[in-house]
T-cell receptor, first 113, second 112 residues
Framework: DQQVKQNSPSLSVQEGRISILNCDYT??????FLWYKKYPAEGPTFLIS?????DKNEDGRFTVFLNKSAKHLSLHIVPSQPGDSAVYFC????????????FGKGTKLSVIP | GAGVSQSPSNKVTEKGKDVELRCDPI?????LYWYRQRLGQGLEFLIY????????KSGLPSDRFSAERTGESVSTLTIQRTQQEDSAVYLC??????????FGQGTRLTVV
C-alpha cells in the first residue's frame, strides 16, 4: 500500500517555463514533507521541505505547496532550466515513526532547451 | 570527506553468494538509514539506526538481510545467499535527528 504517490512517472517542460511536480499521500500522520532530486549514478540530494503548519515554502526558483485537506503537495520550478532535468522524489515523515522517510516512486523531469 | 561515502560503488555477484556493503558516516550525524531502489521503484526503507538505541529493522525484506552499526561509526549492510531480486541500488543516508537526510552515492548491486 503506497502511502506516498507520484502518479506521473515523467514530465517534459520547455526551458524557461514552469515545472509542476505533484505528490499525494494517504497517511494523515505525516507532518513533514520533503523533495529530493536525483541525478543518474548519484544519491538523492535534498531540495526543499515543508512542515504541515505551513502551506507554502519558497527557496529561489523552487516552491513547495501543501494542501493538507487534499493530502496533496506540489513542487514548482520556475523558470525551469536544463540542469533541473533529474528524477524528483517526494518524501514524507511523521507520526510514531517520525524519523522514517517514506518516498514516492519519483517523477523524471526533462527540461528541453 | 564532507559527504556520506559508500563502498563499493558497483558490485556484481553470483546468485547464492554473500555481499557486504559499507557506509562511512558524517561526523555528528547520529541517525543512519539504509534504503534501496529497485528498477522502476521508489526508495524502499530497509533499516534505521539512532545512536545506541535498538535499530528499527522493520523494512528488511527477509532474514538474509542484516546490518550493523557501532555507535556513530561505519555501518555495514550484509545480504546472505543473494538472489536476483536483490539487484538494486542500495543507498545509505545520515542525518542529525529531525533534519533532512543526506545520501551517499549508493552501491549498485547486480546479482547474476
Amino acid at each position: 500500500d503506497q502511502q506516498v504517490k507520484q502518479n506521473s512517472p515523467s514530465l517534459s517542460v520547455q526551458e524557461g517555463r514552469i515545472s509542476i511536480l505533484n505528490c499525494d499521500y494517504t497517511n494523515s500522520m505525516f507532518d513533514y514533507f520533503l523533495w529530493y532530486k536525483k541525478y543518474p549514478a548519484e544519491g538523492p540530494t535534498f531540495l526543499i521541505s515543508i512542515s504541515s503548519i505551513k502551506d507554502k515554502n519558497e527557496d529561489g526558483r523552487f516552491t513547495v505547496f501543501l494542501n493538507k485537506s487534499a493530502k496533496h503537495l506540489s513542487l514548482h520550478i520556475v523558470p525551469s532550466q536544463p540542469g533541473d532535468s533529474a528524477v524528483y522524489f517526494c518524501a514524507a515523515s511523521g507520526g510514531a515513526g517520525s524519523y522514517q522517510l517514506t518516498f514516492g516512486k519519483g517523477t523524471k523531469l526533462s527540461v528541453i532547451p | 570527506g564532507a559527504g556520506v561515502s559508500q563502498s563499493p560503488s558497483n558490485k556484481v555477484t553470483e546468485k547464492g553468494k554473500d555481499v557486504e556493503l559499507r557506509c562511512d558516516p558524517i561526523s555528528g550525524h547520529t541517525a543512519l538509514y539504509w534504503y534501496r531502489q529497485r528498477l522502476g521503484q521508489g526508495l524502499e526503507f530497509l533499516i534505521y539506526f539512532q545512536g545506541n538505541s535498538a535499530p528499527d529493522k522493520s523494512g528488511l525484506p527477509s532474514d538474509r538481510f542484516s546490518a550493523e552499526r557501532t555507535g556513530e561509526s561505519v555501518s555495514t549492510l550484509t545480504i546472505q545467499r543473494t538472489q536476483q531480486e536483490d539487484s538494486a541500488v542500495y543507498l545509505c543516508a545520515e542525518s542529525r535527528v529531525d533534519t533532512e537526510a543526506f545520501f551517499g552515492q549508493g552501491t549498485r548491486l547486480t546479482v547474476v
